[in-house]
């Protein structure tokens, strides 16, 4: 079925660690997001991407990576986890045009709900 | 700054009375609006939006939402909530990037 898959659904791990959080979309949407949803704070987005190869920061991007080199795939990486950034993370995409991606609905994942001890 | 706001934290209602759940947003033009629900382990999914024109619309699931421009609000509302729509809600207002409210979480009462 269509849609957009984040893998895994549940993640612990520990403080130093490294660890990727995936995210697949069958849409072929061009831009992807990454957020994540905190108590008090709704979503906040990490970082996103308008095509492959193109990604950029977004409000709280410090101590994540990503890349994009597939248009179905953004995966997001904690280089070196701590405890700040347990929380749920959402994937998300759109179909926007490039440059216009504020316009347009964002379809989500489930979520990744990720504790770091 | 910009930003968005949902005054209301939590709102419990009885179940076939009338909803309204407010956002409040502060930025310099008008900005794209979204409503979204949250069910319990799932992710946002998408109940209406505006981007111009008539100000009353109409979404998925009964519900409709208002912009009033002067107050630089987006209130929803539906006339009759049911036991399902129990769920959190999440405003977002897109000019530029996107925002979402802090969410506001809906039980309902039998």
């Known amino acids: 079925d269509a849609g957009i898959t984040q893998s895994p659904r549940y993640k612990i791990t520990e403080t130093g660690r490294q660890v990727t959080l995936m995210c697949h979309q069958t849409w072929s949407h061009s831009y992807m997001f990454w957020y994540r949803q905190d108590l008090g704070h709704g979503l906040r987005l990490i970082y996103y991407s308008a095509a492959a190869d193109i990604t950029d920061k977004g409000e709280v991007p410090d101590g994540y990576v990503v890349s994009r080199s597939k248009t179905e795939n953004f995966p997001l990486t904690l280089e070196s986890a701590t405890r700040s950034q347990t929380s749920v993370y959402f994937c998300?995409?759109?179909?926007?045009?490039?440059?216009?991606?504020?316009?347009?609905?964002?379809?989500f994942g489930d979520g990744t709900r990720l504790s770091i001890l | 700054a910009q930003s968005v706001t949902q005054p209301d934290i939590h709102i419990t209602v009885s179940e076939g009375a009338s909803l309204e759940l407010r956002c409040n947003y502060s930025y310099g033009a008008t900005p794209y609006l979204f409503w979204y629900v949250q069910s319990p382990g799932q992710g946002l999914q998408l109940l209406l939006k505006y981007f111009s024109g008539d100000t009353l619309v109409q979404g998925i699931k009964g519900f409709e939402a208002e912009f009033k421009r002067s107050q630089s609000s987006f209130n929803l509302r539906k006339p009759s909530v049911h036991w399902s729509d129990a769920a959190e809600y999440f405003c977002?207002?897109?000019?530029?990037?996107?925002?979402f409210g802090a969410g506001t979480r809906l039980t309902v009462k039998p």
């Open positions: 998300a995409s759109s179909d926007s045009d490039l440059g216009e991606w504020s316009n347009q609905p964002q379809h």
């Open positions: 977002a207002v897109g000019i530029n990037d996107m925002r």
